[in-house]
T-cell receptor, first 108, second 119 residues
Framework: LAKTTQPISMDSYEGQEVNITCSHN???????ITWYQQFPSQGPRFIIQ???TKVTNEVASLFIPADRKSSTLSLPRVSLSDTAVYYC?????????FGTGTSLTVIP | GAVVSQHPSWVICKSGTSVKIECRSL??????MFWYRQFPKQSLMLMAT?????????EQGVEKDKFLINHASLTLSTLTVTSAHPEDSSFYIC???????????????FGPGTRLLVL
């Protein structure tokens, strides 16, 4: 089971690029890496998912090195509304691990 | 696409009563649904996994007689907290996974959550 490790918290100024890394040393061949954003008293919102290399969508990029033992969520030009907790989830539907989350605070 | 709803969004009940929470996938068929609970400033804790037409699989330490799960269709799962007590007060979140295929991987999409307060 791929246990994940994330920084507990991060601060960033508005307009900066933010990179949040998740370590998953024991990732299995079938495991995907998924990132979620959660605001207080809301359910997690899907941000991006990947298996290897780089994935980009309209809100974020996900970088996964060749050994897949870590992944980095990149949020370009954050705004105050990006203040939230970010979780990486590693695994498949049969077995997965939800990380402890990174609390991102965006400062004006 | 991939919208999941929960009802109710919040509920207050007296100790000893039962509470039912519904989780629906609105625009896709969900092969599997998951139920979580979350305490303040903590990560999500998986309670159980339910597959349509099958008995739910509960995580270690979760009482199946206390948290009854029914997955009646590919779009609906319910969690019933039986004989609720104050320690059951929490934020309950469901997720639904769509069938893999095409551009979709096996991804969990989460509902908005239900806040339960037991007095």
């Amino acid at each position: 089971l791929a246990k994940t490790t994330q920084p507990i918290s991060m601060d960033s100024y508005e307009g900066q690029e933010v990179n949040i890394t998740c370590s998953h040393n024991n990732i299995a061949t079938n495991d995907y890496i998924t990132w979620y954003q959660q605001f207080p008293s809301q359910g997690p919102r899907f941000i991006i998912q990947g298996y290897k290399t780089k994935v980009t969508n309209e809100v974020a990029s996900l970088f996964i090195p060749a050994d897949r033992k870590s992944s980095t969520l990149s949020l370009p030009r954050v705004s105050l509304s990006d203040t939230a907790v970010y979780y990486c989830l590693v695994g498949d539907l049969n077995q997965f691990y939800f990380g402890t989350g990174t609390s991102l605070t965006v400062i004006p | 696409g991939a919208v999941v709803s929960q009802h109710p969004s919040w509920v207050i009940c007296k100790s000893g009563t039962s509470v039912k929470i519904e989780c629906r996938s609105l625009d896709f068929q969900a092969t599997t649904m998951f139920w979580y609970r979350q305490f303040p400033k903590q990560s999500l804790m998986l309670m159980a996994t339910s597959n349509e037409g099958s008995k739910a699989t509960y995580e270690q330490g979760v009482e199946k007689d206390k948290f009854l799960i029914n997955h009646a269709s590919l779009t609906l799962s319910t969690l019933t907290v039986t004989s609720a007590h104050p320690e059951d007060s929490s934020f309950y979140i469901c997720s639904a996974s769509r069938l893999a295929g095409g551009t979709y991987q096996e991804t969990q999409y989460f509902g908005p959550g239900t806040r339960l307060l037991v007095l």
